[in-house]
């Protein structure tokens, strides 16, 4: 069993900066891949950023994110982050770090077996 504690959300000015953390319980949780989705009032939970295990090598990130968004990852503490630059009015959200415990990094939300509380983004314009 893993928990997952997101955290670094808040209100931000259009191009300003947060970062994200996703802490895990698990001393383990360098073996698991680990997901960022976000969703929006009214619209479907959808993909942002995923990190693959071990040494985090494989990133991938969604096209709306992608050159303003960074995933990493801390082993010694547990934690992967979500740099997020250069905000916009439209990545305002509820953020979710999500884990699976594979080799395989994934898009899909279904795949993930733990998923955190959320934290919420908003960016004004």
């Known amino acids: 069993q893993v928990q997952l504690v997101e955290s670094g959300g808040g209100l931000v000015q259009a191009g300003g900066s947060l970062r994200l953390s996703c802490a895990a319980s698990s001393r383990t949780f360098n073996n698991y891949a680990v997901g960022w989705f976000r969703q929006a009032p009214g619209k479907e939970r959808e993909f942002v950023a995923v990190i693959s295990r071990w040494s985090g090598s494989n990133t991938y990130y969604a096209d709306s994110v992608k050159g303003r968004f960074t995933i990493s990852r801390d082993s010694a503490k547990n934690t992967v982050y979500l740099q997020m630059k250069r905000l916009k009015p439209e990545d305002t959200a509820v953020y979710y770090c999500?884990?699976?415990?594979?080799?395989?990094?994934?898009?899909?939300?279904?795949?993930?077996?733990?998923w955190g509380q959320g934290t919420q983004v908003t960016v004004s314009s």
């Open positions: 999500a884990a699976r415990s594979s080799v395989v990094v994934t898009t899909t939300a279904d795949e993930y077996n733990y």
